[in-house]
T-cell receptor, first 116, second 116 residues
Framework: AQSVTQLGSHVSVSEGALVLLRCNYS??????LFWYVQYPNQGLQLLLK??????LVKGINGFEAEFKKSETSFHLTKPSAHMSDAAEYFC??????????????FGTGTLLAVQP | ETGVTQTPRHLVMGMTNKKSLKCEQH?????MYWYKQSAKKPLELMFV???????ENNSVPSRFSPECPNSSHLFLHLHTLQPEDSALYLC???????????????FGPGTRLLVL
């Protein structure tokens, strides 16, 4: 069965510091992987997704993630944190369903705090 | 309106009430989803529809009843809920044209439900 694990439910960084949010996946087939962000009292917004076209994926707001098959990882990074990055981040793996639909299996989320 | 909209944004109901959550997508997608986000639990897929036909019912109690009258609208009818059903209910949509599993799901802002 496919699954994702996010290490660290809370991460705190200083403004301007590197952001590293960890995600490891389990999948018997080449996975489709996603990172979503959720700001307070809002829904989920797509940051980026991996679909096997390139191992380094660039997303919105300066975030990127690298797919490493040997480590079964898809960690999210940003070189310099901004106060507006404070939010909860979710890693997800996609499983195909019938009718050209898919099921997102989410990790438990990482709450990112950015200190001034 | 753009993207995925949900109404109401907040709902308080008693255990004997009947209420409905509404979702509308303005993206021309074929697939729609209901997810439940509870405190300290990963997001859980509840129902999936593709072109108004239910594709997935993820072992959801019968007190939750979905309805998809057309590909733009999705409802979640609620009756005799329990306090543990209090959560954020998120609607999402995807193109629903690829069976590969890599389609992006676009989320609405959610309905915050409190059951007293």
């Amino acid at each position: 069965a496919q699954s994702v694990t996010q290490l660290g439910s809370h991460v705190s960084v200083s403004e301007g510091a590197l952001v590293l949010l960890r995600c490891n996946y389990s999948s018997s087939v080449p996975p489709y992987l996603f990172w979503y962000v959720q700001y307070p009292n809002q829904g989920l917004q797509l940051l980026l997704k991996y679909t096997s076209a390139a191992t380094l994926v660039k997303g919105i707001n300066g975030f990127e993630a690298e797919f490493k098959k040997s480590e079964t990882s898809f960690h999210l990074t940003k070189p310099s944190a901004h106060m507006s990055d404070a939010a909860e981040y979710f890693c997800a793996v996609s499983v195909p369903l019938g009718g050209a639909t898919n099921k997102l299996i989410f990790g438990t989320g990482t709450l990112l705090a950015v200190q001034p | 309106e753009t993207g995925v909209t949900q109404t109401p944004r907040h709902l308080v109901m008693g255990m004997t009430n009947k209420k409905s959550l509404k979702c509308e997508q303005h993206l021309g997608h074929n697939a729609m989803y209901w997810y439940k986000q509870s405190a300290k639990k990963p997001l859980e897929l509840m129902f999936v529809y593709s072109l108004e036909e239910r594709v997935e019912n993820n072992s959801v109690p019968s007190r939750f009843s979905p309805e998809c009258p057309n590909s733009s609208h999705l409802f979640l009818h609620l009756h005799t809920l329990q306090p543990e059903d209090s959560a954020l209910y998120l609607c999402a949509s995807s193109q629903g044209t690829s069976g590969q599993g890599g389609e992006t799901q676009y989320f609405g802002p959610g309905t915050r439900l409190l059951v007293l």
